[in-house]
């Protein structure tokens, strides 16, 4: 059983519904902070599953071999039950899913945000060797990607701005999880996403302070999708980060622009 957390607007305007699909270490509560309220209220009907292994749903003893192809079976479940063809949004390993989802389906938009970039995740993980070496090895004895996250100074380093108050850095590492080492190594190099089999148009965003994926990284995502990428001043979770609301008004922006109602 997945997870599903769904937000219907107290006036539908917008005909077609949003899907958000969260990123490693997450569950869909982090849409629901901020995000899916504020497309709700804009009309939008509005939908955020937990990937299996995460959040409220199944499969957290299964989750360490948990492959690309199991979330990728997550998301078209889901999409299966929403009145019609979403725009699907992923941040961070999700907008991996979201590339690969998109191989084989087209729909009216996708938005990335903080993505994986379609070379994989080589250089984060070069980057984790260079600063954090013992957090490296510990990752792989355990076959578990948590050790990355398993403080909250870590968690604030990977994923948040220095200035996101204590509290609030506090209140969402207790919520963080573990993730799978399967799609870790599906991202690193089993399953690239392929680029040109993707029609569907695509929104990129990145942050300009994200130690996770770099400015390079989000606009060699852009070059790859053909399109161009946009930026603001925030770490990886942009979604949660201070100015979260800058991001937002550039998704509904951009989705009026391409007359998706």
């Not at 270490?25 to 009309?43: I, N, V």
């Not at 959040?55 to 199991?70: I, M, T």
């Not at 994989?120 to 070069?126: E, N, R, S």
């Amino acid at each position: 059983m997945l997870e599903l957390l769904v937000r219907e607007p107290a006036q539908k305007t917008k005909n077609t519904p949003l899907l958000f699909i969260h990123g490693a270490w997450h569950g869909a509560w982090c849409w629901d902070e901020y995000f899916l309220p504020y497309f709700a209220e804009r009309g939008y009907a509005v939908y955020a599953p937990s990937l299996r292994g995460h959040g409220q749903s199944d499969g957290k003893n299964r989750l360490r071999w948990s492959s690309a192809k199991d979330y990728l079976a997550d998301v078209a479940e889901t999409a299966a039950k929403l009145p019609q063809s979403p725009v699907i949004i992923g941040h961070s390993m999700g907008g991996y899913v979201v590339q690969k989802y998109l191989e084989s389906v087209t729909l009216p938009g996708a938005i990335l945000l903080a993505s994986v970039p379609p070379q994989g995740v080589w250089g984060i993980t070069l980057r984790i060797i260079r600063h954090f070496p013992e957090k490296f090895v510990k990752l792989n004895l355990k076959l578990s990607l948590y050790p990355l996250v398993e403080t909250a100074a870590l968690a604030q380093y990977q994923l948040f701005s220095k200035n996101m108050p204590q509290e609030q850095v506090n209140r969402y590492f207790q919520q963080l999880g573990d993730e799978s080492y399967r799609t870790f190594l599906d991202m690193l190099l089993l399953n690239l996403p392929k680029p040109k089999r993707v029609n569907t148009p695509m929104l990129v965003l990145g942050g300009r302070d994200d130690n996770i994926f770099t400015v390079d990284e989000v606009q060699a995502t852009a070059r790859a999708y053909k399109t161009q990428p946009h930026f603001f001043p925030m770490a990886h979770d942009m979604m949660l980060e201070p100015g979260w609301e800058q991001v937002a008004e550039k998704m509904l922006a951009w989705l009026e622009e391409r007359g998706i109602e």
